[in-house]
């Protein structure tokens, strides 16, 4: 178990080892996820731009409102899956 800190501005800082475990980067985002009394952060490692391009559009799309829309779809999936760490 790591134990980390809660700044003045609600800020954590990931311990480098975690970082590394979990080929985490500068940038990258982390699911949070709230469960009971459990915060689960799970990193997403692939975003909607990660896509870009690989399909064709006639007409001009939002894709900040797309990339919203995916992020969240994805947060939900992960947070309806079984905790693989419970007991």
């Known amino acids: ?4 800190k ?4 609600g800020q954590i ?7 590394q ?4 980067q ?3 985002n982390l699911a949070i996820i709230a469960q009971a009394d459990q915060v689960i952060l799970k990193p997403l490692h692939r975003t909607l ?6 399909v064709p559009a006639s007409t001009p799309q939002d894709l900040e409102a797309a ?3 995916a992020i969240q779809a994805h947060v ?8 693989e760490y419970e007991a």
């Open 26 to 28: 500068e940038g990258d």
């Open 76 to 83: 939900q999936q992960l947070a309806e899956q079984p905790d």
């Open 6 to 9: 809660i700044g003045r501005r």
């Open 21 to 24: 475990q979990l080929g985490l």
């Open 49 to 54: 731009f990660d896509l870009r391009g690989s």
């Open 67 to 69: 990339r919203r829309q």
């Open 13 to 19: 800082t990931l311990p480098s080892v975690l970082r």
């Open 1 to 4: 178990m790591l134990l980390v």
